[in-house]
Every structure is written in structure tokens, then in C-alpha cells.
């Protein structure tokens, strides 16, 4: 499959201690039915209230990339993520989505997170079984990506607003292009952010799947 680039960028000015209402916006010719928006900026300065989304292990592991992030930030999370792992055969876990609510982790209406700008659902896409060396071949995490995205599609009952970053393509090391023509081809409507300083390697379109060795 051949696919142009994504359509829309949105870059923001972001400051240490606010996210700036100025914004500059260019839109360029994607495919039909793109609702994928790209911005540079902090996905944790997100719209409270919205989904993050981050791809995972089936180990319990939040342990490098931006996985590392979360478990700084949403502790309570993390020991939710780890028992639902423990709790299921990685082959029952693997191309699902756990979404851990906001609402569970909320005391008296405040969220446990309370140095966090915002309170957020947490979307974890099990792409892989393992991580490191032994993460799943490229072609088994799209396909576990696909099959993912579309259990949190379903899971997504009040329509909230989804934003992540540019998973798969970092310690999973699976080229980005890839997993956005999954999301392409879901048309789901996602923000995706990019820090400045990362480096994107967008890669070439996916090939076939693969059940190769990891």
C-alpha cells in the first residue's frame, strides 16, 4: 500500500510554565479521510480530560521511552497495567487495549496525579509481547497495533478526544509511517505530538506481516 504524507501540522509555542495560545497551522494534501494532526509540543500538556495513548509490553514494564514518562507520572496506573498483565497470559493480552480510566483514580473528585497539568485516560496498546531484544518482529507489532487501536476504538463509548506520540517508533523501533497508515486506515481522528528535539524516522511503508523471530 502507498499513502502520502499525514495532512496536517500544527506547531504550538511552548513555554516552561504554560502552553502558549499562539499557534501557527498549515495544512497539506494527505489521503482521503486523514484525521491524523500533528503537533510539536508535550503530549502531557494535553486537553484534560482526553485519552493519551502509548504503545506496551505484555511484561508489565514500563521501563524506557516515553513508557518511562507514565510511570513518573500516573504510579497508581502503573500497579494497574502490572496486574492486569500478571493477571492474563501475554496471548490473551497481546492486540488489546487496557484503558485506565481517570475516574478510577480519582479521590473526593481530585486526581491521585495532582502535580500532573491535566487528568487523563491511559490507553495501553499491547503491540509486543516482550521488549528490548526480544520485542516482536516489525511486522507482528502493526498487526497487534491494528488489532489494538480497534479494541480502544470500541472501548471509546464517550468519544474522547485521543492524542499520543509517535508510538511504536521508539524503543519498539518500528519505523512510523507504518503505524500511521494503521491509523490512516482506521480513519480515527488522533493528535499526534512530537517534541522538538526528537528525530523522526518515518521509514518505508510496511511490508507484508511478519511471524519471523523477534
Not at 481530585?110 to 531484544?133: E, H, P, Q, V
Request: net charge neutral.
Amino acid at each position: 500500500m502507498t499513502s502520502t504524507s499525514s495532512s496536517k501540522v500544527v506547531t504550538l509555542s511552548i513555554s516552561s510554565s504554560s502552553l502558549s495560545n499562539e499557534k501557527s497551522e498549515s495544512t497539506a494534501a494527505g489521503p482521503s479521510g486523514d484525521k491524523l494532526t500533528y503537533i510539536t509540543g508535550d503530549l502531557f500538556t494535553s486537553p484534560a480530560g482526553s485519552i493519551l495513548i502509548h504503545a506496551c509490553n505484555t511484561q508489565g514494564s514500563w521501563s524506557a521511552g516515553i513508557a518511562l514518562a507514565f510511570k513518573k507520572r500516573f504510579p497508581a496506573q502503573l500497579r494497574a497495567y502490572q496486574a492486569h498483565c500478571k493477571a492474563t497470559p501475554d496471548d490473551e493480552l497481546i492486540g488489546t487495549c487496557l484503558l485506565l480510566k481517570m475516574r478510577d483514580f480519582e479521590v473526593n473528585g481530585n486526581a491521585k496525579n495532582s502535580t500532573d497539568r491535566g487528568s487523563w485516560d491511559i490507553a495501553c496498546l499491547f503491540t509486543s509481547r516482550a521488549y528490548g531484544r526480544r520485542k516482536d518482529a516489525p511486522g507482528e507489532i502493526v498487526m497487534n497495533t491494528e488489532r489494538a487501536m480497534r479494541d480502544l476504538i470500541r472501548q471509546n463509548t464517550e468519544a474522547k478526544e485521543m492524542n499520543a506520540c509517535r508510538f511504536n517508533s521508539g524503543k519498539f523501533a518500528v519505523p512510523w509511517r507504518q503505524t500511521e497508515e494503521i491509523l490512516q486506515e482506521l480513519d480515527v481522528p488522533m493528535t499526534i505530538y512530537t517534541p522538538p528535539t526528537e528525530v523522526v524516522t518515518t521509514g518505508p511503508s510496511r511490508a507484508p506481516y511478519s511471524t519471523g523471530p523477534h
